[in-house]
């Protein structure tokens, strides 16, 4: 699986923005991944927050949709989650990861993300009220 490493992360208040970058190590064929964003809080497991395909078809946990935007420059070799509307509840520290086939199942909202999965170093988002 390609390297990915994550930055952007920060500390902003509520109703704050930020946009995450998720850059890929040279020669990864962009394209040909499904690519996610993930979260988590100490203690709890990780979730799956947004995913897009190589069609750039995205799909969103309930909590972040409409707040959050997935996207992807493959020129660029960066996978982006722009963030708005930030919430408390969004602290977490967020990853990204890629796969050949889908990297997120969801159910009635909620999202996890495949065991399949191998996670870097992530970047913390503290939002604070």
Do not use: H
Request: hydrophobic content about 30%; proline content about 3%; overall charge negative.
């Amino acid at each position: 699986q390609a390297q990915l490493v994550e930055s952007g992360g920060g500390s902003v208040q509520t109703g704050g923005s930020l946009r995450l970058s998720c850059a890929a190590a040279e020669g990864y064929k962009f394209s040909n991944y499904n690519l996610g964003w993930f979260r988590q809080v100490p203690g709890q497991e990780r979730e799956g927050v947004a995913a897009i395909d190589p069609d750039d078809m995205t799909k969103y946990a309930d909590s972040v949709k409409g707040r959050f935007t997935i996207s992807q420059d493959a020129a660029k070799k960066t996978l982006y989650l722009q963030m708005n509307n930030l919430k408390p509840e969004d602290t977490a520290m967020y990853y990204c990861a890629s796969d050949n086939g889908s990297v997120m199942d969801c159910s009635d909202g909620y999202c996890i993300p495949y065991d399949r999965l191998s996670w870097g170093q992530g970047t913390q988002v503290t939002v604070s009220s």
